[in-house]
């Protein structure tokens, strides 16, 4: 693995519990929206750099818009990256939540915790095609209570109730 997928790649595979052969049903990333706000800071800083570079006149102090405009880099490089790392896995088990840059944060909830999981999805969202999940368990004090940006949420939804029924964690099907 190279060091910038080390640095922006969360590393799903070593927090499966391989032994009790734990599989990978679905892997979220953030949805595409999430980059919007860092892709507009970058544009703005190269517009920065540029003006106090070549713009204003050898004369003029420009060199703090240069400055600006790197610490403008820097911001959206950090919150690309932090977007970039946050994961929200689903197990044949359980689900987790990974995210961090520095140090990487882990919330774990076993499927037979899951009592409900709300969908919302503001109107951006629906155009857009994303969603918010939000997971109701016995315990509420959890790093997976919510989870933002889910791209076609509605269908991370019913995988999520087809892997809980699979492994038998809901009542058995009624066939009718």
Not at 45 to 56: D, H, K, P, Q, S
Not at 82 to 98: A, G, I, Q, S
Not at 129 to 151: C, K, M, N, P, W
Request: proline share 4%; net charge positive.
């Amino acid at each position: 693995m190279s060091v910038l997928a080390r640095i922006t790649e969360p590393d799903v595979g070593r927090f499966l519990l391989r032994d009790e052969d734990e599989v990978v049903v679905d892997e979220v990333r953030r949805h595409w929206v999430v980059y919007v706000l860092p892709v507009l800071e970058l544009v703005v800083a190269v517009v920065l750099m540029f003006v106090g570079t070549f713009v204003i006149e050898p004369a003029d102090p420009g060199g703090w818009l240069v400055l600006v405009g790197l610490l403008l880099c820097l911001h959206s490089s950090w919150r690309t990256i932090r977007e970039r790392r946050e994961c929200f896995v689903v197990t044949n088990m359980r689900v987790f939540r990974l995210h961090g840059v520095l140090s990487t944060h882990r919330a774990t909830m076993p499927l037979s915790r899951i009592l409900d999981i709300t969908v919302d999805k503001p109107v951006l969202g629906r155009i857009l095609g994303y969603g918010h999940l939000t997971f109701e368990s016995a315990a509420q004090d959890q790093g997976l209570r919510e989870i933002r940006y889910v791209g076609r949420a509605d269908e991370r939804d019913l995988k999520i109730q087809r892997v809980v029924q699979v492994v038998g964690l809901r009542g058995p099907r009624v066939h009718r």
